[in-house]
């Protein structure tokens, strides 16, 4: 049943707020926006099905006993990225990261119950009232002014029980209508709520920290170019995984991270993947553009993954830092993709572009 009503008072530039219930959940949104809302609130229950109902098997494996450990994961990590020891970043990295999912667990089951509200916002409308001072929780203009910073770090669990998860529609890369469009918002809504709710996500956060810190450790020490994102998007995945095999075994270690599940997720999309075009993060944000939860941006992660483990699997896992160590004979700020191609050619006799994904 669906329940419609104003929120708010006008401002003397913009419309009220308008919510509507749907179930359990109440949905926010702008005047004009009501076709939209109507299909969102129509499928919001396909948001917490079906991992609600889910019981987690037993983790192998947590945020505290990594924390515990932490020295032996950046050992390890260390090993494949040929460096002699983690760097200062890389150990902040660790650590930021590993709390970030700590305080995320603390409160993960009452979200589940609590976390069931959200906000639909059209990037310019947005952006247009915070820009007149209106004050939207948890949401405010970015330093630079082009974008909106998010702040969803709660101290409280409490804080969650009214507030409304948003859900941006973004003018430039949201270019879908009617249910084609509510359908692409119920994904990506459904992918943030089981970050903060589902113990079934427990073991992606794990894999994340250490994704995170191969990732900076790459940065810092061998690849700053704007051309990088392949190569360290997979390399930080594939020795994430490697990391947790290594200490707790193959089958063990595909349930924190499942490559070939993501591959055949995103079968239909590779051979539209160009992964050398796919822009560095920052590239991205200062064109106003995030690919990380969009169905592209993540079979871009899958089969940037696939290069890495196809080529550990013809020359053996101490193929990277052999790699690495050739590719760091160029300082980091001159590296580029170009770098890494040549170092692997002059190893391996071989073009690395040819284990990418065959395009149309």
């Given amino acids: 049943m669906l329940v419609i009503s104003a929120e708010g008072a006008a401002s003397p530039t913009f419309p009220a707020r308008k ?43 947590s945020v505290d006993q990594i924390e515990q450990q932490r020295d032996d994961y950046l050992a ?21 990261f590993a709390k970030l999912y700590r305080d995320m667990e603390a409160w993960q089951s ?30 405010k203009m970015s330093a630079d002014g082009k974008g909106v910073d998010s702040n969803f ?28 469009l509510a359908e692409k918002k119920i ?12 113990p079934s996500m427990a073991r992606e956060k794990i894999h994340m920290v250490c994704h995170e810190t191969v990732e900076s450790a790459l940065v810092e020490n061998y690849l700053w ?30 349930k924190f991270y499942d490559l070939d599940a993501q591959l055949a997720m995103y079968a239909d999309l590779r051979s539209s993947t160009h992964l050398e075009k796919w822009a560095a993060l920052e590239v991205q944000q200062k064109q106003n553009h995030d690919d990380r939860n969009t169905r592209q941006g993540m079979a871009n992660y899958a ?20 790699l690495l160590a050739e590719v760091g004979k160029t300082p980091a700020k001159k590296a580029t993709i170009k770098t890494i191609y040549r170092a ?17």
Avoid at 119 to 133: I, V
Avoid at 162 to 180: C, F, I, N, Q, Y
Avoid at 228 to 235: D, Y
């Fill in 19 to 61: 919510t509507l219930t749907a179930g359990k959940s109440i949905i926010e949104y702008s005047e004009g926006d009501e076709a939209f809302a109507q299909d969102f609130a129509a499928r919001v229950d396909q948001v917490f099905q079906p991992d609600l109902a889910a019981a987690p098997d037993k983790l192998e494996l």
């Fill in 76 to 96: 390890a990590m260390c090993h494949y990225l040929n460096l002699a020891k983690a760097t200062p970043r890389m150990t902040k990295t660790f650590d930021g």
């Fill in 110 to 139: 009452r979200a589940q119950t609590s976390l069931r509200n959200f906000q639909l916002w059209r990037g310019p409308d947005l952006k247009a009232r915070l820009e007149a001072g209106q004050v939207v929780p948890r949401l």
């Fill in 153 to 180: 770090n709660f101290t409280e669990p409490a804080e969650m029980e009214h507030w409304r998860l948003p859900v941006m529609v973004s003018s430039s890369r949201d270019t879908e209508t009617g249910a084609a």
């Fill in 187 to 198: 994904s990506e809504a459904r992918f943030m709520w089981r970050l903060y709710t589902q």
């Fill in 225 to 254: 170019s704007k051309d990088r994102r392949w190569f360290c998007e997979g390399v930080a995945n594939y020795v994430g995984y490697k990391v947790i095999e290594d200490k707790l075994g193959p089958n063990i270690a595909r």
């Fill in 303 to 322: 089969f940037a993954t696939e290069v890495i483990f196809k080529v550990a699997a013809k020359h053996g896992p101490d193929f990277l830092p052999k």
């Fill in 344 to 360: 692997y050619q002059k190893l391996y006799g071989e073009d690395l572009r040819g284990y990418l994904p065959a395009r149309d």
